[in-house]
């Protein structure tokens, strides 16, 4: 009785957030409201005073097209923090709004998602920007565990369930059964890497520049892993040889070929954490199938190419980016029935009820 009295009191003083804190993205879900942000991890700053000018969109909008003394940078790489001053304005920016749409006394407890494999001291630089932003408790789980609750998976059952969180920054692919991960592998090829892919291909073949944002858009609208129905783009840059604007068409076989070595890395990583799964969880995995989540899973045709390569059937979740927020939300909804999923630091003792 105590308990929930006491529960009571914490929901009208505090809010609970959970935030999927990634490379490209970053969501927030505060529980009431559900995912209220859903902003680029972009932060533009002014180098002359020091201070923030722009999060998110906005911030997002400027890269590439700020003058000297304002840069737009991503204070996350590779799905850990590079710069905590900068990601602590950030997730401070990202509370302050989210708190607008249910303000409250007191700091909110917060969960957030960072990749499988992360070191103890990534752990504590995420734990601690976030209660530098005004965060009262503040809790961590691995994102490919957060997208498993997200998506409703058995993650408490004695059964297999295999997560491949395709992010900005990293790829997570993770076997999870009893509340834990039996077996994962995070690597480097994601989003930003097929961009960047991208970008080489089109130097190299069409001797043409291109900036991260337009390699985005043609990734998404013609970039397809399996031959299909041609689609072509027409992409504007600056040529290297004359330095002056030029317009070229790009096909869905270009992206194919800019992207395949990534893919075929991709494929390869998950073919690994297959292999070293034991056969009774493997059994699941080959019965439930594998589930795709985060911005990478909507390449086209991604779901096909796994099922050819493999032989195990492949779904893209509904909604796949906002997957690891909802997860967090859940958890961060029902703190006790999901405290065995949380990360805790070597020094840290476990969290008192």
Request: aromatic share 4%; no cysteine.
């Amino acid at each position: 009785m105590f308990e929930e009295t006491k529960k009571k009191v914490r929901k009208y003083l505090s809010n609970d957030i959970g935030i999927d804190l990634g490379t490209a993205n970053t969501l927030v879900y505060i529980a009431g409201k559900g995912i209220v942000i859903n902003e680029p991890s972009v932060v533009a700053l002014n180098q002359k005073t020091g201070r923030v000018v722009a999060v998110g969109t906005q911030a997002k909008e400027m890269l590439g097209r700020t003058p000297a003394h304002i840069v737009a940078v991503r204070p996350l790489v590779d799905g850990v923090i590079s710069d905590f001053e900068i990601t602590e304005e950030m997730i401070a920016h990202l509370l302050r709004r989210a708190e607008e749409y249910l303000p409250k006394m007191l700091g909110p407890r917060v969960v957030i998602g960072v990749p499988s494999g992360v070191t103890n001291v990534e752990i504590r630089a995420v734990r601690d920007a976030t209660k530098n932003a005004g965060a009262r408790e503040v809790y961590i789980v691995e994102q490919p565990m957060a997208g498993a609750i997200g998506i409703r998976l058995p993650i408490k059952d004695p059964v297999g369930n295999m997560i491949i969180d395709i992010g900005g920054g990293t790829t997570d692919i993770a076997v999870i059964s009893l509340s834990g991960v039996v077996r994962s592998k995070n690597v480097r090829i994601a989003g930003d890497k097929l961009n960047n892919d991208i970008i080489s291909y089109i130097r190299s073949e069409f001797k043409i520049l291109i900036g991260e944002k337009t390699a985005e858009i043609i990734k998404m609208s013609v970039g397809n892993v399996v031959p299909g129905e041609p689609m072509e783009a027409s992409i504007k840059g600056r040529d290297l040889i004359t330095g002056l604007p030029r317009e070229v068409i790009i096909t869905d076989s270009d992206i194919r070929e800019a992207m395949s070595q990534s893919i075929e890395s991709l494929l390869e990583a998950t073919k690994e954490v297959l292999e070293t799964t034991p056969p009774e969880i493997l059994a699941d995995v080959m019965s439930r199938g594998i589930h795709l989540i985060g911005g990478g899973a909507l390449i086209k045709g991604l779901d096909t190419l796994l099922f050819d390569y493999l032989k195990i059937p492949v779904y893209v979740t509904q909604d796949p980016l906002t997957a690891v927020a909802r997860g967090a939300g859940i958890i961060i909804e029902n703190l006790d029935g999901f405290e065995e999923v949380l990360i805790l630091n070597e020094d840290e003792l476990p969290r008192k009820k």
